[in-house]
């Protein structure tokens, strides 16, 4: 039995580039670039997946029609050297009409991780804010929580939180009710 393997060719010496991502092979990895340094994150835990899907649905009840809800792995390509894959995003029709999205999205959400709190929290964080996407949400299964943040003067300013089975409100980008405790059953 022959077992055909292929091989990639790393960036030696330069930034990682879109174009490098490409050539990045389906593992079950999350390959993202920020600022050109290459991240790789495993497959994510059970307690993160049911998150992603309960929150997905929370959102697809809520969006209005001209927005729609994707879930990771999608593109949003910020830059050459910077494109990241939040673990849902909200945006426009129009903007995910193609096989790529094009532009930015509404809303970028993250689910933290053991391997990926401090990226989340920090570095995709400040790459969402500077890319001008308007609201960022972080939310925590070990410590049931949602965190939003909403774009103001080039910086993200908390707009809302809740922990354990306190509702979480907003209404902007849309009218969401949800708790974070309900986001794990």
Partial sequence: ????????????????????????????????????????TPSPAVPHQRVVGNMYLALRS????????????????????????????VATREALSGR????????????????????????????FAEAGVAHYWVIDPEHPSLTAWCLSAAEFTEVGTATGTQEFAVDEPFRVRVSPASLLR
Wanted: aromatic letters at 2%.
């Fill in 62 to 89: 809520a969006v209005p029609d001209d927005l729609e809800v994707m879930l990771a792995p999608l593109d949003v390509t910020v830059s050459d050297l910077t494109v990241l894959q939040p673990d849902l995003l």
């Fill in 1 to 40: 039995m022959e077992v055909m393997t292929d091989l990639i060719q790393m960036p030696h010496g330069r930034v990682f580039t879109a174009a490098d991502l490409e050539a990045m092979p389906d593992d079950g990895n999350r390959y993202e670039i920020i600022d050109g340094a290459l991240i790789v």
């Fill in 100 to 127: 790529t999205m094009v532009g930015l999205p509404v809303l970028a959400i993250e689910v933290l991780s053991p391997s990926t709190r401090l990226i989340d929290l920090n570095l995709k964080k400040a790459a």
